[in-house]
């Protein structure tokens, strides 16, 4: 491999040179290690040369899943804020918090909740 430009030699690759890990598993391998290691963070960062402000922001991006999000169009019919449906509904956000709804709920109540739940 080049090491300044970061490019792979075609011609390595083919002698068997292993692909370079993804950044997402390197640091998988870290948050194990540091786990398994019975270290503090910083010990941790310190042994293995890592700034801790990295680790730490990949521990909190690993432990948060890439969920995509899908948005869905509702609408409120009375002035009220009020919603009336005949079964209700159910939310889920993020796959960690699922709110049921029945008939005649407040708009507002539900998007303060949402609000709160989001910033959890």
């Known amino acids: ?14 002698q ?19 786990q398994s ?8 960062c310190d042994r293995n040369g ?3 402000s990295t680790f730490r922001y990949w521990r ?5 899943p890439d969920t995509p999000v899908t948005l869905v169009p509702v ?4 002035s009220d804020g ?11 956000l993020a796959d960690r918090y699922k709110v049921e709804v029945g008939d ?3 708009s507002s109540t539900l998007a303060r909740l949402v609000d709160t739940l989001a910033r959890l």
């Open 1 to 14: 491999m080049d090491m300044h430009s970061g490019a792979i030699n075609l011609q390595e690759a083919s």
């Open 16 to 34: 068997g040179e292993a692909k370079p890990k993804s950044k997402r598993r390197q640091w998988e391998e870290h948050i194990d290690g540091w």
């Open 37 to 44: 290691s019975g270290l503090t963070q910083a010990d941790y």
């Open 50 to 52: 890592i700034k801790l």
């Open 60 to 64: 909190k991006r690993l432990a948060t």
């Open 75 to 78: 609408g409120f019919g009375a």
């Open 82 to 92: 009020s919603f009336a449906c005949g079964s209700g509904l159910t939310l889920v």
């Open 104 to 106: 005649n709920f407040n």
